[in-house]
């Protein structure tokens, strides 16, 4: 049976089987429609309409994953354009001078970047960077896990692997080069099992053993790409990973004591201390990158991303500047900010009124989102706070990197308002943007860059904090809004 | 006169120090501690339950609510146990193997606790073996699974069949609950009930003594 893809301007026919679902019809045909819970119905961020049969001419709204496709009919996709962070600040790094170009590239959960990077002198030529079309099998790391092992292992790697062959052809294309001499990838641990088609379900349960964490150096054709050489870049445990190591590398955390933290879907955090290494993580969710929320979106054009308090009401702004469509992380930051500048909710996090606060037309903020965000902020602080207090750091004394998307746009003042940031760090914050894709770009750069991370990876200890009794008291007296009644 | 509406909003406050010494109070004007119990522990403990369901107060909120209602238990205990009150029942928790998880748990255990039910706490990553153990030893009447990962979800079916084989499934009620829990799970991998909070899972749980 056939049925129509509309997509913008793009209408095409395809086959399909009967008994499928539109979202694996559209996945199969290269559509990256976001599905956060995987398919099983309850995230309904892979809304279509649908139209002819049963549907009407005028059609209806459907949850792709969870409707059957019939001959004939039509379904409709908005256009789901790539965003993500590519701008990081790095420590300027030593350059081996080695002949011809390299891809520096960063895997991310949600986005993958790319860095096109000529070897002899370290300058970069081009950036971009691209949603990770694996957001079909699900948004977060488990879900991706919980996909492998349901026999799409085979699958996701394909998928990431011609997301990078077809960067590597379009930086090819655009600068008329003749060949890529590496690529060094980097990459949360289970991205990179994925990407190396390596067995994640050791990811996935307690005691969290990953496959391997170590740095690999691989000939492009082992994994179907068309480049020398694949750099792998290490890993410290399941749920920190070579982006992290790459960020400390960039930001030169591992040389003087500090903190990096890179805000996402989860916390990661790296502490280092005199002779002590140490990092960690906690799972926020994927509610500061909109997926649990009512109205929540990531941060693509019309999505909310600076709201303020002001004159009894609140004032937003888009990306794009057009009509509000939805939230973005560094909107909800600012919007729970501005809700309780007046007065909306209360420091418990409850409204005074009601259950939901309208931002905007058609955009508004419920009880529940509220929630999520209440225990997404306070997973990440209460993360800092006791991984500073391990590492037998003050944390007046030492700085605190950010890096991740959300931490470059949001306003800092009101991620510390909310709670989102330990207070204490007032003084020494600097914002690194995707530390991780410079990181990566000096490991690849450089031999005594790639040793300082595998040297980091090798010896930084792992606190986990899901057993941690002082954790657990913190994460919930961060929930609430501290200096608010 | 007893004092069951001044028990019952200390405790939804949390003042855990004026409310054991309310409930000493009362125990001491001779008020009986049975009625200390349902009118006043229970019936805020269930007030508390109804407005974390519907998002009025949060997880704080309960956890100080909760430890308010143990600090009052501790001054009761003696009493209901003189004055020969037992237990409706016994429920046991865990959150299952593979999974360390345990705030949900706590909660769900507190929430139970606070309806008059003794809960046996198995703690994290928990076996299907240590459930069938607690539940010979203890003789429960209920069994409370927690698992928050998709990729540990499977075993409380793990669980439910080792009871099964054990020979003691038939005497236990089996709870499944956590954020990738759903009904249709539930029923598919043959639990009893789901409940989506904590405040519904503590209903339920009585609800089987009524």
Redesign the interface.
């Known amino acids: 049976m056939q049925i129509k893809i509309v997509s913008g301007a793009d209408v095409r026919t395809v086959e399909c089987g009967e008994g499928e679902s539109f979202l694996s019809i559209l996945r199969a045909n290269g559509y990256d429609l976001p599905a956060g819970c ?1 398919g099983r119905g ?1 995230c309904g961020k892979c809304r279509v309409r649908v139209m002819g049969g049963p549907y009407g001419a005028k059609g209806q709204e459907v949850l792709a994953c969870q409707t059957t496709a019939m001959n004939g009919c039509t379904v409709v996709v908005e256009r789901y354009e790539g965003g993500g962070l590519i701008e990081g600040t790095a420590a300027p790094a030593e350059t081996d001078g080695e002949a011809g170009f390299g891809i520096a590239i960063d895997i991310g959960t949600t986005t993958l970047a790319f860095s096109l990077v000529s070897l002899s002198d370290g300058k970069t030529i081009s950036r971009f960077a691209t949603l990770n079309r694996q957001q079909s099998f699900g948004a977060d790391v ?2 991706r ?2 996909s492998a ?1 349901e026999g799409n292992a085979a699958r996701l790697a394909q998928c990431v692997r011609a997301q990078v062959e077809e960067a590597i052809g379009r930086f090819r294309a655009q600068y008329d080069l003749r060949s890529v001499r590496k690529a060094a990838v980097c990459g949360n641990t289970t991205m990179l099992h994925l990407f190396c088609g390596e067995d994640v ?1 050791g990811i ?3 005691p969290f053993r990953p496959a391997f964490t170590e740095y690999r150096s691989l000939a492009g054709h082992e994994l179907g790409l068309s480049v020398e050489e694949i750099q792998v870049l290490p890993c410290v445990s399941a749920f920190v990973g070579a982006d992290i190591v790459a960020g400390c590398i960039a930001t030169g955390v591992d040389r003087k004591d500090g903190i990096l933290a890179d805000i996402g879907t989860n916390g990661e955090m790296f502490a280092h201390a005199g002779d002590r290494w140490m990092c960690t993580s906690t799972a926020a969710g994927p509610c500061l990158e909109g997926a649990t929320i009512e109205c929540g979106l990531g941060g693509v054009p019309g999505a909310i991303d600076s709201v303020r308090w002001k004159g009894g009401k609140t004032e937003v702004t888009t990306i794009g500047g057009g009509k509000p469509r939805g939230i973005c992380g560094a909107g909800l930051v600012d919007a729970i900010a501005a809700l309780l500048d007046g007065g909306i909710i209360d420091g ?3 409204f005074l009124k009601g ?1 939901r606060f309208l931002l905007a037309e058609g955009i508004f903020l419920t ?2 989102d509220v ?1 999520s965000f ?2 997404a902020k306070s997973a990440i602080c209460a993360g800092i706070r006791v991984l500073t207090e391990r590492a037998g750091l003050s944390a007046k004394l030492v700085p605190l990197w950010i890096a991740g998307g959300l931490g470059y746009y949001w306003n800092a003042d009101n991620a510390r308002k909310v709670g989102l940031l330990p207070s204490e760090n007032a003084g020494g914050q600097h914002v690194v943007g995707n530390a991780a894709l410079a990181g990566t770009q000096a490991c690849m750069l450089s031999r005594a860059a790639l040793q300082r991370a595998c040297a980091l990876a090798a010896r930084t200890e792992y606190l986990d904090l ?2 941690d009794e002082a954790f ?1 008291n913190e ?3 961060n ?2 809004f501290e200096g608010y009644e | 006169m007893a004092r069951f509406d001044e028990i019952s909003a200390l405790l939804q406050r949390g003042k855990a120090k004026d409310l054991a010494a309310l409930v000493t109070e009362e125990l001491a004007a001779g008020v009986a501690p049975k009625d200390i119990l349902t009118e006043g522990l229970i019936a805020g403990m269930s007030i508390v339950g109804t407005k974390f369901k519907n ?7 309960v ?1 100080i609510a909760a430890r308010a209602m143990n600090a009052a238990l501790a001054v009761l205990k003696p009493a209901l146990a003189d004055s020969g009150v037992e237990p409706v029942g016994t429920a046991v928790i865990c959150t299952v ?7 949900g748990k706590n909660l769900v255990k507190m929430m139970i606790e606070g309806t008059g039910i003794r809960v046996v706490d198995l703690g ?2 928990c076996s299907a073996e240590k459930v069938v153990n607690a539940v010979v030893e203890n003789n429960a009447d209920i069994v409370c699974l927690s698992a928050l ?4 979800m499977m075993y409380q079916k793990d669980i439910i069949d080792a009871l099964k084989a054990a020979g003691v499934r038939d005497r236990v009620k089996v709870m499944v609950g956590g954020a990738p829990v ?1 009904q249709a799970f539930a029923d598919e991998i043959g639990a009893d009930a789901y409940t989506p909070d904590a405040a519904s899972a503590a209903e339920k749980a009585r609800s089987y003594f009524n």
């Open positions: 995987g309850t488990i879900s896990i919980v092992e379900s996935g349960r307690y418990t996090g409850a259950d009880q529940k929630r209440q225990l899901s057993a657990m994460y919930i007296q929930m609430q | 998002n009025e107060i949060f997880v704080p909120e956890l193997k593979g999974d360390l998880h345990d705030i994290v990553d990962l998709t990729t540990t759903t």
